[in-house]
């Protein structure tokens, strides 16, 4: 804590105009930042990198009669991306001196280079995750429509008729993403998994949904069944084989009954060591809650959650 302080007066007394940024800078759990020093960002703000031969290096949010082409070097624009926290902001590349960067998202805690983010409301989670899809996908069809898919190269230059135009993806953690749009739905097609998993054990007390005339049925493990202290923080790895993730149903606990989240993770994550359970439980009370407010599960005064007669419909 105290290096932290010492290095912020440092850079405050050799930058004196140094400007900081925090969408809501009231919100300050840690005590971290002074507010006093911080200015608000907004959704929609626009911040501008001026090429170095003008005076004016850097301007946010302002309009100024420049030409585009030759002195902006870079913008971005916030978007306002709650989930992970509800001050969590991304940002859009919306002009660049390149523009195969035109596009690109900036996408901070809410994906990462590696493994999957924790986040504090999965529902607002996933929403900020759409809308940042959405937000890419514009950007490209924008330009599409302007310079073609190829963004204005000459077709020769791509054989593949097939490509389609990717964006790039900075993360605040882990290796940068070549294709964003991909990768944002495979965190959202994995937290759907996830939803899919819980509700399933709620109905048939099986990851799986069973085969007609046989039962229950059982899961297999995906791509992202791993866990880490970071919440349910499910990495990329694919060690196991098929046959040691498959997950049979808790006999202990019948199908459609009411259940404690942890006898819910015993049956998702059933393969993996115990001292892993507890961070699975927290994730996986976070996706209860979402299914609770979409109406499909219950929580009992007890604490046990049971599917709700519109899931099971």
């Known amino acids: 804590m105290q290096s932290q302080e ?6 405050s007394k050799q930058e004196p105009n140094l400007k900081v940024y925090k969408n809501q800078p009231t919100l300050n759990p840690d005590g971290l930042i002074d507010p006093d020093r911080v200015l608000d960002i907004t959704d929609g703000h626009r911040f501008r990198a001026l090429s170095s031969d003008t005076d004016q290096k850097l301007d946010t949010n302002t309009d100024i009669d420049i030409d585009v082409d030759n002195e902006i070097d870079i913008e971005i624009q916030a978007i306002q991306t709650p989930g992970h926290a509800k001050d969590h902001m991304s940002f859009l590349v919306t002009r660049s001196s390149d523009p195969q960067e035109i596009g690109a998202i900036f996408t901070a805690d809410n994906v990462l280079g590696h493994g999957t983010a924790v986040f504090e409301d999965l529902g607002v989670y996933l929403d900020s995750l759409a809308l940042m899809k959405r937000r890419v996908v514009e950007s490209i069809a924008a330009q599409e429509a302007v310079s073609g898919p190829n963004g204005g190269n000459d077709a020769s230059e791509n054989t593949d008729k097939t490509t389609k135009t990717k964006k790039r993806a900075y993360p605040g953690h882990g290796a940068v993403v ?11 097609a994995h937290r759907r998994m996830r939803e899919e998993e819980a509700l399933n054990v709620l109905r048939f007390g099986t990851t799986g949904k069973p085969e007609k005339g046989k039962g229950t049925g059982t899961g297999k493990a995906s ?3 791993s866990i880490t202290r970071y919440g349910d923080g499910d990495s990329n790895s694919e060690n196991e084989s098929e046959g040691d993730g498959e997950r049979k149903r808790d006999q202990s606990t019948p199908a459609g009954k009411e259940w404690t989240s942890i006898d819910m993770v015993k049956v998702i994550y059933r393969h993996y060591p115990e001292n892993l359970y507890q961070p699975a439980e ?3 009370l976070m996706v209860l809650e979402k299914l609770r407010r979409d109406g499909k599960v219950v929580k009992t005064p007890e604490g046990t959650w049971r599917a709700s007669e519109k899931a099971i419909l």
Request: aromatic content about 4%; glycine content about 4%; charged content about 25%.
């Open 6 to 11: 010492t290095t912020t007066t440092n850079s």
């Open 178 to 188: 070549e294709d964003a749009v991909a990768k944002i739905d495979e965190y959202i």
């Open 223 to 225: 791509a992202h069944d």
């Open 282 to 284: 927290h994730g996986l």
